[in-house]
C-alpha cells in the first residue's frame, strides 16, 4: 500500500513538472524556459526536474507531446493551431513557407516539422484511421495557412476566423461538418 501512494505522489509531482514546462515553454520558448524557473514554477527543487525527465531536451518532447488517446486534446490542439495560423505569421514561419518549394533545405525542414504533427496528433486519436485523420487535420491546415497568408482568398474576407475554425476542426479531426 506504501509503494502505491509514494507511486502515486511521484506522478502527481511528475505532472506538476510537466504542466509547469508547458506554461514555461509557451511563454519564453525552449531557450527562453530554464529548469530552475520550470522547478519554481511547479515547487520542485530543479534536480527533481531532471531526475522525473532526464535532459531539458526530454521534457520538452513530453511537454510538446499531446496525450495519448485524447480525442478532446486533440480538438483544442488543432483549434488552437487553426487560430495561430489564421493570425498572422511569425517572420520565420512565412519564411519557411515561402521557401519550401525552392529550397532543399526549407522542403526538409518543413516536412520534419509536419511529420512530427502528424505522429504527435495521431497519438491523440482513436481508432484505426487515426494516423490519416491527423495527416488530413495537417495538410488542411498549411492549405488554410497558404491559401490564407500567400494567395489570400477572397472568401477569407466573408468568412468569421472563429466559423472557420470551428468547421475546420469538425472537419479534420471527425469527417463530418461542425454544426
Do not use: W
Not at 488552437?80 to 493570425?87: F, K, S, Y
Not at 489570400?152 to 466559423?163: G, N, P, T, V, W
Amino acid at each position: 500500500m506504501a509503494g502505491t501512494s509514494r507511486d502515486a505522489a511521484r506522478a502527481r509531482t511528475a505532472q506538476r513538472i510537466l504542466d509547469a514546462a508547458r506554461e514555461e515553454f509557451a511563454a519564453h520558448g525552449y531557450k527562453g524556459a530554464t529548469v530552475r524557473a520550470i522547478a519554481e514554477k511547479a515547487g520542485v527543487h530543479p534536480s527533481l526536474v531532471m531526475q522525473h525527465h532526464g535532459t531539458k531536451e526530454r521534457l520538452f518532447a513530453s511537454a510538446a507531446r499531446l496525450p495519448a488517446d485524447d480525442e478532446q486534446a486533440a480538438a483544442e490542439h488543432v483549434s488552437d493551431v487553426l487560430g495561430a495560423r489564421l493570425d498572422d505569421l511569425p517572420p520565420q514561419t512565412r519564411a519557411l513557407m515561402r521557401s519550401m518549394l525552392t529550397s532543399p533545405e526549407a522542403e526538409r525542414a518543413m516536412r520534419d516539422h509536419l511529420d512530427r504533427r502528424v505522429l504527435n496528433l495521431s497519438a491523440s486519436l482513436e481508432g484505426d484511421d487515426a494516423e490519416t485523420r491527423a495527416l488530413l487535420a495537417v495538410c488542411g491546415i498549411l492549405g488554410l495557412t497558404v491559401a490564407r497568408h500567400f494567395l489570400k482568398l477572397e472568401a477569407f474576407e466573408r468568412i468569421s476566423d472563429d466559423d472557420l475554425a470551428a468547421a475546420a476542426s469538425a472537419r479534420f479531426l471527425t469527417g463530418k461538418a461542425g454544426d
